[in-house]
């Protein structure tokens, strides 16, 4: 969904989703081990944080 939005939205969600509380708040606590996150969802994830 994410990378759907990226791809569609304008520069404001850009700048949005690169900010350090998007990434800590939203994309590390979705690949946590509590959340149990298929493995091809925290490859995903952690790609893009790369």
């Given at each position: ?8 939205c ?41």
């Amino acid at each position: 969904v994410l990378e759907a939005c990226v791809k569609n939205c304008g520069h404001r969600f850009h700048i949005y989703v690169s900010t350090r509380d998007f990434v800590e708040n939203v994309l590390v606590q979705t690949i946590l081990p509590k959340n149990n996150a298929p493995m091809v969802l925290q490859d995903r994830v952690l790609s893009m944080i790369q």
